[in-house]
């Protein structure tokens, strides 16, 4: 089989559905459960025709004893079928439940492993919404089809057996319908899943125009940003109405479709049995039953025929999840375990191209970090800095040239063990719905005692503000910190640094939301802080990278300049340069 067969087979419909089934293969119980339930309810349906047959030959035959039986039987029979429909109904939301946590649990595991280029290249609202709509649409394949398929199923074996055990004949021509109702639910079935698909790219479409808004609200309405980003969700709103427009045309010209099929052969049905020859010797009641057998099968053929857009959908929507879960993860084949390190980083002829693009954010760069040493990168935005930084913890792989840590190359390390060995203080600062304690003493290092959460806070000059809060250290700090203010949300990453302890120190513009009181604190703690520790430095802000070891001047992805704060001052070069700008007053 050629590579496109291969992937023609991979994106078919039922290769996908067989890979939804899956994910509750270990929920067979629960089938098992609905199954028994359901063949419960679709005996009482054949029952509910046999008891009118009955009804019919007593009442001709003035066999009216028999009235107190029949009246009870039929109460037997309704309690029969609720029994088996809530069996049924139970077993297969039990299985539906369990499938969308199984299967959100596994798309949201694929998405943190998932390359950083991942992250760089989708929306997160097109995530979001792979998260919550589309599973929903993948449960609805399996849970909603599969209890629609087995009930109705059921029902329409249990009445046709009775209808074979009354007549054969008359069975046969109901059925000739068949081989047309199948024609006309595939062709259905092939545009509701290209529908489906849109439909379900339209909803990311929704979910990020709102979550980009809702985050930036304060920029949208000091820059009256309001009218465009209402036209922006407009459309977007505008298009899922289309979508869904489209699809519920679909739906609704398939259900009449098959109906009116089945009618023809319910009218067929009723033309051949007055033929005598074809009606033999059936009573009156069994011919009434009959008819009501063959009237009763079109509520739950119209209801199998709405499966076919229920598992459309699911496998439209499942195509995004298995592209995510499938997504290659980072790439982690080291095999060297860190317990401990020096800290020295040796960058050897070092590139690095960024995926899809064709200019190089570093180019043939040779640098070394000594251990427990301070190098600060400086230079214009795009020079390279944050790139370089974002190589030593692999959050992008795929460099030219050699990055040793200790000696020992980078890609030979596993991944948690080197991270392990680093502490990292991004510009934009990240925190979580959390107390302040909860997101110093975050992740790995949540086990971490209230002192030693308190000394972290007071070195970076956290509980300055915090013994203002009520609840101090516990304070809730809101949603990526939203209760806080720029310069608080960054001491308490420095804080988060400061407790892990790590052998390697990155700070991208570490002092960044800092006031001028709170800077000169905090830089007086990252004194204390970076001795002993390897740190690399991104700074805009000369003045607070001037006691480093070693300062580096990057321009367009190389290295133009580096030394000591004087000795690049007396070069009169480009640090000179960037320092006269910063200092000119």
Do not use: C
């Amino acid at each position: 089989m050629s590579d496109s067969e291969k992937t023609d087979n991979r994106n078919s419909g039922w290769y996908i559905y067989r890979r939804i089934l899956i994910h509750v293969k270990p929920l067979w119980y629960g089938f098992v459960a609905s199954f028994i339930g359901y063949a419960i309810y679709g005996a009482g349906q054949a029952l509910a025709a046999k008891w009118l047959e009955m009804v019919v030959d007593a009442v001709q035959r003035n066999a009216f004893d028999q009235r107190l039986w029949l009246a009870l039987s039929v109460i037997g029979i309704f309690l029969m079928r609720g029994i088996g429909a809530f069996i049924g109904n139970y077993s297969m939301s039990f299985v539906a439940r369990e499938t969308v946590h199984t299967l959100r649990t596994r798309v949201f595991e694929s998405l943190l492993r998932l390359p950083t280029h991942y992250y760089n290249q989708n929306p997160s609202g097109e995530m979001l919404s792979r998260l919550t709509y589309n599973v929903e649409q993948v449960t609805g394949a399996v849970t909603n089809a599969i209890k629609i398929s087995i009930r109705e199923g059921l029902t329409v074996v249990g009445l046709l057996g009775y209808m074979v055990y009354l007549n054969w004949k008359l069975t046969l021509i109901f059925l000739a319908a068949g081989p047309l109702i199948g024609i006309v639910v595939s062709i259905a079935s092939k545009r509701m899943r290209r529908l489906s698909r849109r439909l379900q790219s339209s909803v990311g479409d929704i979910t990020s125009v709102a979550s980009e808004a809702i985050r930036g609200f304060q920029v949208v309405r000091i820059f009256g940003g309001a009218p465009a980003e209402q036209q922006r969700f407009h459309r977007a709103s505008e298009q899922n109405k289309r979508q869904s427009m489209k699809l519920v045309v679909t739906q609704s010209l398939n259900t009449p479709a098959v109906q009116l099929l089945i009618s023809l052969a319910m009218a067929s049905l009723l033309f051949m049995a007055m033929d005598p020859v074809v009606l033999g010797g059936m009573t009156t009641g069994g011919f009434v039953a009959f008819l009501t057998a063959a009237g009763m099968l079109t509520k739950p053929v119209r209801q199998l025929t709405e499966v076919s857009p229920i598992i459309q959908k699911g496998i439209a929507a499942a195509e995004s999840l298995f592209g995510v879960i499938d997504e290659p993860s980072e790439e982690d084949a080291g095999h060297i375990e860190l317990q401990s390190v020096r800290g020295e980083v040796a960058l050897r002829h070092l590139s690095y191209v960024y995926p899809g693009t064709q200019n190089r954010a570093l180019d043939d760069i040779n640098l070394t970090l000594p251990a427990g040493k301070t190098v600060a990168l400086v230079g214009r935005s795009g020079s390279g800095k944050s790139t370089l930084a974002s190589l030593l913890p692999r959050f992008n792989d795929g460099w030219e040239g050699e990055i040793l840590l200790d000696g020992t190359p980078l890609q030979d390390i596993t991944l948690a063990s080197l991270r392990q060995q680093i502490a990292l203080v991004n510009q934009q600062v990240v925190l979580f719905n959390g107390s302040i304690a909860d997101n110093i003493a975050y992740g790995a290092m949540a086990g971490a005692s209230e002192a030693q959460i308190l000394a972290a806070a007071e070195a970076a000059h956290v509980t300055e503000f915090i013994e203002r809060m009520p609840e101090g250290i516990h304070t809730l700090v809101g949603e990526n910190g939203v209760l806080l203010s720029g310069g608080q949300r960054q001491r308490i990453a420095i804080a988060r640094a400061i407790l892990k302890n790590a052998p390697l120190l990155i700070l991208d513009e570490a002092t960044s939301a800092l006031d001028t009181e709170s800077e000169r604190h905090i830089q007086a703690a990252l004194t204390e802080v970076v001795k002993g520790r390897t740190t690399l430095v991104i700074a805009h802000r000369l003045s607070t990278i001037e006691n480093a070891d070693l300062i580096v001047v990057m321009e367009a992805g190389r290295i133009v300049e580096q030394g000591s704060h004087q000795d690049l001052l007396a070069q009169g070069g480009a640090y000179a340069r960037l320092h006269a700008m910063q200092f000119q007053d």
